[in-house]
Structures are given as structure tokens and as C-alpha cells.
């Protein structure tokens, strides 16, 4: 009996069979690596970038800066939104409780390593509920006074402040803000009586100083510089350890009678803890070169600001180190919060 039919058609079945064995696990591979490329394919939506102050301040200008090339590099948008209360708390603890993986929030030296040694209890933790991603920027901090304050240098404040004690005082953007820790720690320095004045963020703080409401404050240098410029206020002092180019003819804290002394601000971007490390990594890499993109470096010089934009290792290191140097100084102001 002739069985070739039957065996060309067993050969046929067997070779489709052996095609379909072959292209199976190739289907299987691309699928995975399809499901794999859905995954990581973030951010899918805008990206919200909290700051936990007011509008008018060093941070806001650092946020969108920083925003700006941020979504640019990311090709999706990315928007500021203020959110000020209780020294940073109410934004630090929302975003902290975040779970859409689009919402971030900007760090500072206040939320980070002042408020643990000021509250008794957080809605956040700064080390648990945060991904450090990237220290963005240093901000020089500038001692002002209204313009009409009979005082040309730090040297005449200080007598004028010791000539009045608990007559004088500085607005700060809250206890526990930056602004607060650099002229506590210039009080401290100097042995001064000043009384202190807490605002909801710089922006009011600043309207009542140039309305001649408040005698003097540490501000960050990119809220002010426009202000100093235009004579609305002036600069006695500047907290960096060399004079700043935008302002050569104002000396240093320590060229005034107090060697070493150092105040800066400085911001970074944190994302909750929940992130994916996936998320978090791109995050990083992409935030480090947004800061120092030329756009960013620009606008941040043009405010005396310095562009840093570390990896999230050396974030979380700065953080850890900064919270070690202000606790001493926290403890020993007794600073409280409102």
C-alpha cells in the first residue's frame, strides 16, 4: 500500500509544528520585553513638583528652574505648585502619602534638618517616607535691612541693636525656615537681642520689610538681589565665605569681626518612598542634568545661586550631615515652632 500521503502530510504537520515550537519563545520574549517597556515608560503623565512655601521665594525660583529643563529632558510637563503651612509640614506630609508616582517635592534645609528637631511629632519622616533624588542648589544668604534703618554695614547693626536690645527686629518665612536658622545663628555669633517675627513664606515677610514694618532678615539671594539692586533694601552682610560677584562691595559676615562664619540655603528634590527604584534612578540622572543645563545655570547665577546637581547617594549624605550641624543649634536657640 502507498503511504507517501499520508507521510507528506505527518512531515508537513510536523514541520509546522517545529516552525510554531520555534517562533513561540521569540513571541513570548517580545512580549515581555513590551510589558517590560509599558512598565518603565515614566512618567507617563505631568509631573507635579511641590514647594512647601509661598510664591516669591528662593525656592520657587530654584523649583522652576529646575522644572523647566526637567520637562524638557523628560518630554512630558512638569508644574510648580506652592503649597505653603506649618513650616513645610502640610506639603511634606501630602506628598509623603502620594501614591500616583507623578508627585514630588522640593527639600530644603527647614523640612529636612530643622523641623525633626523642632516638632515633637511630623507627618513625615525625613529619612522613611522620602527618596533622596538630587541636591539642586546653594543659596547664598543675604543680610537686609529696610532702607531707611540708620545702618550702612553688619558692624552698625550689631551697635544699633546693642545700643536698643529687644527694640530691633527680622522677619524670617517661619520658625524653623532657613532665614530664621541664619539670623539666629548671627545672633548667637554677635550676642544680639532681636526679636523674631514668623511669616507664611518669604513673599509677605519681604512686603512688610520694604514697607519699613520690619527692620531687617536673612533672605535667600534670589528673592532679594532685584530688591537690593533697585535700593528697596539693603545688604550689610553677605553669609557666604567670599564675597558675591553680584554684589562685590558687600563684605562677608566674617570680614565683619567673625571669622569662619558660613550661611547658606539649599534645596533638593525628594520623591516618596514608594517610587519605584527604577523611577527613582531616571529621576536622578535626568534632575543632575537639568540643574546644569545652561538655561537652569544661567537664571540660578543670575540670583547667585550655585547649581550642585548630585547623584542621590550624596544627597542623602548632605541631608545626614546637615541635620548632625543644626541640631546643636536648634537646641541651643530653643527654637520652637509657631
Known amino acids: 500500500m502507498d503511504t507517501t500521503p499520508f507521510s507528506r502530510r505527518r512531515l508537513v504537520a510536523a514541520g509546522a509544528g517545529l516552525a510554531a515550537a520555534t517562533l513561540l519563545p521569540g513571541r513570548v520574549l517580545a512580549q515581555a520585553q513590551a510589558q517590560a517597556q509599558a512598565q518603565t515608560a515614566w512618567p507617563?503623565?505631568?509631573?507635579?513638583?511641590?514647594?512647601?512655601f509661598a510664591p516669591g521665594g528662593s525656592s520657587e525660583i530654584v523649583a522652576r528652574a529646575?522644572?523647566?529643563?526637567?520637562?524638557?529632558?523628560?518630554?512630558?510637563?512638569?508644574?510648580?505648585?506652592?503649597?505653603?503651612?506649618?513650616?513645610?509640614?502640610?506639603?511634606?506630609?501630602?506628598?509623603?502619602?502620594?501614591?500616583?508616582?507623578?508627585?514630588?517635592?522640593l527639600g530644603h534645609i527647614g523640612t529636612l534638618?530643622?523641623?525633626?528637631?523642632?516638632?515633637?511629632?511630623?507627618?513625615?519622616?525625613?529619612v522613611k517616607t522620602f527618596r533622596p533624588i538630587s541636591l539642586l542648589s546653594k543659596v547664598p544668604s543675604l543680610y537686609v535691612v529696610r532702607p531707611d534703618l540708620p545702618v550702612k554695614n553688619l558692624k552698625e547693626f550689631i551697635a544699633l541693636a546693642r545700643s536698643k536690645p529687644g527694640q530691633l527686629n527680622y522677619g524670617s518665612a517661619g520658625n524653623g525656615s532657613a532665614g530664621h536658622l541664619a539670623f539666629e545663628y548671627l545672633k548667637m555669633a554677635a550676642n544680639l537681642f532681636v526679636l523674631h517675627v514668623p511669616y507664611r513664606g518669604t513673599g509677605p515677610q519681604l512686603t512688610d520689610l520694604m514697607g519699613g514694618r520690619l527692620d531687617g532678615a536673612?533672605?535667600?539671594?534670589?528673592?532679594?538681589?532685584q530688591f537690593i539692586k533697585t535700593g528697596k533694601l539693603r545688604c550689610i552682610a553677605t553669609g557666604t565665605s567670599q564675597r558675591l560677584a553680584q554684589l562685590p562691595d558687600v563684605p562677608t559676615v566674617a570680614?565683619?569681626?567673625?571669622p569662619g562664619?558660613?550661611?547658606?540655603?539649599?534645596?533638593?528634590?525628594?520623591?516618596?518612598?514608594?517610587?519605584?527604584?527604577?523611577?527613582?534612578?531616571?529621576?536622578?540622572q535626568v534632575t543632575a542634568r537639568?540643574?546644569?543645563?545652561?538655561?537652569?545655570?544661567?537664571?540660578?547665577?543670575s540670583e547667585a545661586a550655585e547649581a550642585v546637581g548630585s547623584t542621590s547617594a550624596e544627597f542623602a549624605?548632605?541631608?545626614?550631615?546637615e541635620q548632625q550641624r543644626w541640631k546643636p543649634v536648634i537646641a541651643r536657640a530653643k527654637i520652637k515652632p509657631d
Open 44 to 52: 507617563s503623565k505631568a509631573l507635579r513638583f511641590v514647594v512647601p
Open 66 to 105: 529646575t522644572a523647566a529643563e526637567m520637562a524638557r529632558l523628560l518630554g512630558q510637563s512638569v508644574f510648580v505648585d506652592n503649597k505653603p503651612g506649618a513650616a513645610g509640614n502640610v506639603a511634606m506630609g501630602e506628598v509623603a502619602r502620594a501614591e500616583d508616582q507623578h508627585t514630588l517635592i
Open 113 to 126: 534638618a530643622v523641623n525633626p528637631y523642632i516638632f515633637d511629632k511630623l507627618p513625615y519622616d525625613p
Open 218 to 225: 536673612a533672605v535667600g539671594a534670589p528673592a532679594v538681589l
Open 255 to 258: 570680614e565683619q569681626g567673625f
Open 261 to 284: 562664619f558660613e550661611m547658606t540655603q539649599w534645596y533638593g528634590l525628594l520623591a516618596p518612598a514608594t517610587l519605584p527604584q527604577a523611577h527613582a534612578d531616571k529621576l536622578a
Open 290 to 301: 537639568a540643574v546644569k543645563e545652561p538655561a537652569a545655570v544661567k537664571l540660578l547665577e
Open 317 to 321: 549624605r548632605f541631608i545626614e550631615l
